[in-house]
């Protein structure tokens, strides 16, 4: 008997457990199901997949067959003028061989998925927000003055605009610190422009494609002046204002002046909002003028655009911040006895970020890339003369396309080292 037991013991530790095989149910008569295949030995010690469940609904708005789906456009082709938000799933089929779910609707449509797909659109909680925070939108990690040197990452002009990769890694700290510096670029004219065409375009202001910033006599912009630049973020008066300054430095002036000064702008509203709400508040709800009025090459403008200093979208989340004590304006649209109290939360404001600012310097050849819709920056002044001059040729990328460069690249080079995309 004892040895008849041992045999039957080794026999079933060298047999291996059996697979669970795809399979898919209804849920509550409007939801799917779907349970990954568990192979032998996932299903010995209890892993596996687990299962994925997806509203009926969505999965029907989402079928891929030619009537409902545009592949060559990549669109969804479904007739929503028709379209029943009540339609649900009345049979199932799963092809466990082409890993594959077929359903029929109650709308008489049937439709197939494949298991690769529903994986990469799983309502997992876990995956929506590796999908919210890495492939839509890098999620931002805020930092203090004092951390710049730890935080502020540093690539090579060459490598940039010869490799994916570099490009890749560029993009990325660059959305999720709001700075970067780019060394060893040629001393030309012509840098921001190829590194603005290497991502994708200029975006054009009132005051051009690329832009110099040096000193000018009788300058219109404050900017064109040798004397102390205030922290500011560029352009608050446009509603859909420059995402990303590109300055390249190509002469650098030898006084003691001239150091750019760099403000991360969410961490001083991080501060506020824990430290002192009530100034936080009026920051974030008290709508401000901001305004440019001036000319450039013939053309004369008046630019006008009113929002808080910060702002935030439905989730309390930042969007923008907006500061430039000279180019905002004598109008200040609000009810008399909102006007003081805002002055003071504006004071402590400027206050904050002025104390963490970062001051360095950049030299010939450095391209700083910064996030004009998150940091401030400005500029000590310095002493400018015909033999101590200071160039910086800038230009401006947008968001939109830096995320959609970077979604590619990340897709193009994941298919190439075999991890799946989004």
Known sequence: MMLAQSIRRAISQLTPPMCRPLSARIVDKVNIEVQPAQSGAEAGTGAGAAALTFPGVWLRDNCRCPACYHSSSQSRQLDWNHFDPGVHPLALHVDAAKEQLYVRWSDAHESSYELDWLRRHSFDGQSQSAYLNDFYRPRTSHWAGAQFEQIAQRFSYDQVMAEDEALQHWLQALAVYGVV???????????????????????????????????????????????????????????????????????????????NLLVDAYHIADRLRQEQPEHFERLSRTPVDWNDIGSEDGREFHNIWRAPVICLDAAGDYTRINHSVPQRDSHFNVPLAQVLPWYESYARFVQMARADAHSFKTQPGDVLTFNNLRLLHGRTGYDDTADNSRYIVGAYLDWDIIYSRLRVLKQRLNKASGTAAA
């Not at 290497?198 to 832009?211: D, K, N, P, S």
């Open 181 to 259: 510096l780019l060394n060893g670029a040629p001393l030309d004219e012509g840098v921001v422009r190829r590194l603005a065409e290497r991502v994708g375009f200029i975006r054009r202001t009132t005051y051009g494609e690329e832009f110099i910033v040096q000193a000018k006599p009788g300058a219109k912009n404050y900017a064109y002046l040798s004397l102390p630049l205030p922290l500011h973020t560029d352009l608050p008066y446009y509603e859909y204002k420059p995402s990303v300054n590109l300055l390249h430095c190509v002469v650098q002036t030898q006084s003691r002046g001239g150091s």
